[in-house]
T-cell receptor
Framework: ETGVTQSPTHLIKTRGQQVTLRCSSQSGHNTVSWYQQALGQGPQFIFQYYREEENGRGNFPPRFSGLQFPNYSSELNVNALELDDSALYLC?????????????FGSGTRLTVV | DQQVKQNSPSLSVQEGRISILNCDYTNSMFDYFLWYKKYPAEGPTFLISISSIKDKNEDGRFTVFLNKSAKHLSLHIVPSQPGDSAVYFCAASANNYGQNFVFGPGTRLSVLP
């Protein structure tokens, strides 16, 4: 049983560019959440996808968008990158939506915006 | 405004002793709490959870205590082992649908051999 895998592991982009981050959820998991973790802080919830539909969103602007595919893998897209978008982006999957399942996190994508 | 606080950025404990990690929250609507452990270059790993209908949950060496009136929870690790050295995050949710967990800033635990 593979865990949650994210790609790429590291990325450098220029301010104003667009970026797509990818996440393969753990086998059998239909729920994917994305989090942003800035240096020295805890992860902050961006949004969640459940069976290909957005199922909740945190306090992030619309230039943060996502997709979930029929195989439950997911993408996070960020448009018009800003310097403050530099962070570790974590994807977490779960067998169902519900806090009791204890989400499984990937190792993250480290995004640097210059 | 931090809704979930972990006021100790770091903690050092001798191997075999008890580690106590604390977490305070401000939102009285939070009713589900989790602890995660994170090693460098890895994603957070789920450790243990507790809902507001309980005041204690135990899983092996890990026990979480919840004091709703004080808006405080703690994670006890007994006995502490060097492999427990990691950053520990407390997370809280206002519903049981997992859409939005609010994480604390983390506490770095070092277990000394």
């Amino acid at each position: 049983e593979t865990g949650v895998t994210q790609s790429p592991t590291h990325l450098i982009k220029t301010r104003g560019q667009q970026v797509t981050l990818r996440c393969s959820s753990q086998s059998g998991h239909n729920t994917v959440s994305w989090y942003q973790q800035a240096l020295g802080q805890g992860p902050q919830f961006i949004f969640q996808y459940y069976r290909e539909e957005e199922n909740g969103r945190g306090n992030f602007p619309p230039r943060f968008s996502g997709l979930q595919f029929p195989n439950y893998s997911s993408e996070l897209n960020v448009n018009a990158l800003e310097l403050d978008d530099s962070a570790l982006y974590l994807c977490a999957s779960s067998p169902e939506t519900g806090a009791g399942y204890g989400y499984t996190f990937g190792s993250g994508t480290r995004l640097t915006v210059v | 405004d931090q809704q979930v606080k972990q006021n100790s950025p770091s903690l050092s404990v001798q191997e075999g002793r008890i580690s106590i990690l604390n977490c305070d929250y401000t939102n009285s609507m939070f009713d589900y709490f989790l602890w995660y452990k994170k090693y460098p270059a890895e994603g957070p790993t789920f450790l243990i959870s507790i809902s507001s209908i309980k005041d204690k949950n135990e899983d092996g060496r890990f026990t979480v205590f919840l004091n709703k009136s004080a808006k405080h929870l703690s994670l006890h690790i007994v006995p502490s082992q060097p492999g427990d050295s990691a950053v520990y995050f407390c997370a809280a949710s206002a519903n049981n649908y997992g859409q939005n967990f609010v994480f604390g800033p983390g506490t770095r635990l070092s277990v000394l051999p």
